[in-house]
């Protein structure tokens, strides 16, 4: 069974998202990193959470692994991954792992 990763970063007051850096630069580095141990990969921006409602998050990563094993590995290579998080945002991001039902 598949295994998926989320990863949230929530906006907060004074946190900051630079999406170019995240779109041009971190996300290529998660396809090189962790590419070859994932199914599919989105990545979606906040724009509200819901009707006159700012957005509770800046962005939310979904990966999708080939099954838990695969993700145990990737999840061994993650050092340069989050070292790269403050170049793009001083929020805190959360994270969900799962298995995917549907």
Do not use: C, R
């Not at 990545?43 to 990966?63: E, Q, S, W, Y």
């Amino acid at each position: 069974m598949s295994a998926s990763l989320q990863v949230l970063y929530p906006a907060t007051d004074g946190t900051h998202f630079d999406y170019e850096y995240y779109i041009n630069t971190h996300l290529k580095m998660v396809g090189e990193v962790w590419g070859p141990h994932m199914k599919s990969a989105l990545a979606t921006k906040g724009l509200a959470g819901g009707p006159d409602t700012p957005p509770g998050f800046h962005a939310i990563a979904t990966l999708v692994f080939k099954d838990g094993d695969a993700m145990q590995e990737a999840m061994g290579k993650a050092a340069p991954l989050l070292d790269d998080i403050p170049k793009f945002t001083n929020t805190t991001p959360q994270m969900l792992v799962g298995e995917v039902i549907g």
